[in-house]
């Protein structure tokens, strides 16, 4: 049965519509993994080579690779939810009720986009922490840094417009808190309140306001700026290697002068 499957797993990747897909194949050698790499849309954003040492636990406890596990989870019971929810006023509320009382997994769903959402925030502060704490945000990695920045805001930011959508009590008073504070911003803290709300209070117009950037603008922006955070780890060399330890051509060199002075 092995054997069998084996042969048909061979045949699939020898076939003609598999290697218009995958060109190179996977292969067994250096240059075929790293072909591999390069020649894929969702590959080609990471590095084709890395240390072993840096895919280590203890090198990133994993908290880069965690928020962007939340994040994913988050579209796609996002999506899901999507499929229950009308943003219309007061049509959300009975969404959310129907959600927890009718549709089936529905209360689950919810929570599990709920407690991702509290995860991702959680994970993308950790991840900023032991960046910092490594030293891993200096030359040439600023650039990198800043793009966190903003993956950090926009991840504040899902968390704040999603605030609203559920429509209750604690959704309608916590904008209500929210968006006075921007109020208070020096010469046009009243427009940006204005823009934010589609009015002067939070009502049906703000709901769809804050819907659309929950569910299109910042989603968008996320995938755009994680596909950026990506590809410049790549571009910078790879993670961080703290200074202690030498890098390979160091290395070799100190090899190579230690058998000189020999
Ligand atoms: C949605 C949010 C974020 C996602 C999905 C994300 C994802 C990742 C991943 C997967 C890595 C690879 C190493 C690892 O697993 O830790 C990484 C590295 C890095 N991240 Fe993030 N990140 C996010 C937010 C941030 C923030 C807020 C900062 C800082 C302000 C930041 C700065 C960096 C830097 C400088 C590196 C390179 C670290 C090194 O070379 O060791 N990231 N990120």
Not at 58 to 63: D, G, I, R
Not at 67 to 72: A, D, Y
Not at 161 to 174: E, K, M, N
Not at 240 to 260: C, G, I, L, M
Request: aromatic share 14%.
């Amino acid at each position: 049965m092995a054997v069998k499957t084996a042969a048909m797993v061979d045949k699939l990747r020898a076939s003609r519509v598999w290697r218009s897909v995958f060109r190179s194949g996977t292969g067994n050698s250096t240059l075929h993994r790293a072909l591999a790499i390069q020649q894929s849309i969702f590959l080609h954003l990471f590095s084709t080579k890395v240390r072993k040492r840096m895919v280590g636990f203890s090198a990133t406890w994993y908290l880069g690779t965690l928020t962007f596990g939340t994040f994913l989870i988050l579209v796609i019971t996002g999506i899901l939810l999507m499929l229950y929810y009308h943003p219309s006023v007061p049509q959300a509320y009975a969404d959310m009720k129907d959600l927890q009382f009718v549709v089936s997994s529905g209360l689950f769903l919810r929570n599990l986009h709920r407690w991702s959402a509290q995860l991702m925030v959680f994970f993308v502060f950790a991840h900023m922490f032991k960046v910092f704490y490594r030293g891993a945000y200096r030359t040439p990695r600023e650039f990198n840094w800043v793009i966190g920045v903003m993956l950090l805001i926009i991840t504040l930011l899902l968390s704040y417009t999603g605030y609203l959508l559920p429509w209750d009590q604690l959704a309608f008073w916590a904008i209500t808190v929210g968006s006075n504070l921007s109020s208070a911003v020096p010469f046009v803290g009243n427009k940006i309140h204005f823009l934010l709300l589609g009015g002067n209070q939070v009502n049906a117009n703000a709901l769809l306001r804050f819907y659309v950037l929950h569910c299109v603008v910042l989603p968008l922006a996320a995938i755009l700026f994680i596909a950026v955070h990506f590809w410049r780890i790549r571009k910078d060399g790879g993670l961080y290697v703290q200074q202690s330890e030498p890098k390979p051509q160091q290395a070799k060199d100190r090899t190579s002068a230690a058998t000189e002075v020999k």
